[in-house]
């Protein structure tokens, strides 16, 4: 289950067994532009010994439309011997963020 606890914040989250990996999408969209939000993603339930979090936002502020460009690396960081993560971050007007968990034993 994937839920944001504001009707202005949507996520939504899939694992994939074969790849071992959980990836949720946070976006902060309305039909009028609405205002930044403190998110805090929580995922329960992990199992295995160690998993690698990384987090990619989208720059809403970049005058390019390449992908490369837009998508930036925020964070990376290897977490032992957990059973939950959790990261916080800022999510401004029509932003976007993308966290991946990869296991990794």
């Known amino acids: 289950e994937a839920r944001a606890d504001r ?17 949720a999408l946070v976006w902060n ?15 329960r339930n992990l199992q295995g010994k160690q998993w690698t979090l990384r ?8 005058a390019s439309n390449q992908e490369n460009d837009r998508m930036r690396p925020a964070r990376t960081e290897t977490l032992d011997g957990v059973t939950e993560a959790s990261d ?9 963020a993308l966290l991946a968990l990869k296991r990794a034993r």
């Open 7 to 23: 009707p202005e914040v949507k996520v939504m989250a899939a694992y994939d067994d074969d790849q071992k990996m959980l990836h």
């Open 29 to 43: 969209y309305a039909l009028e532009p609405p205002p930044g939000y403190r998110v805090k993603v929580i995922v």
């Open 55 to 62: 987090r990619l936002v989208l720059d809403t502020a970049t």
């Open 88 to 96: 916080s971050l800022d999510l401004p007007s029509y932003g976007v």
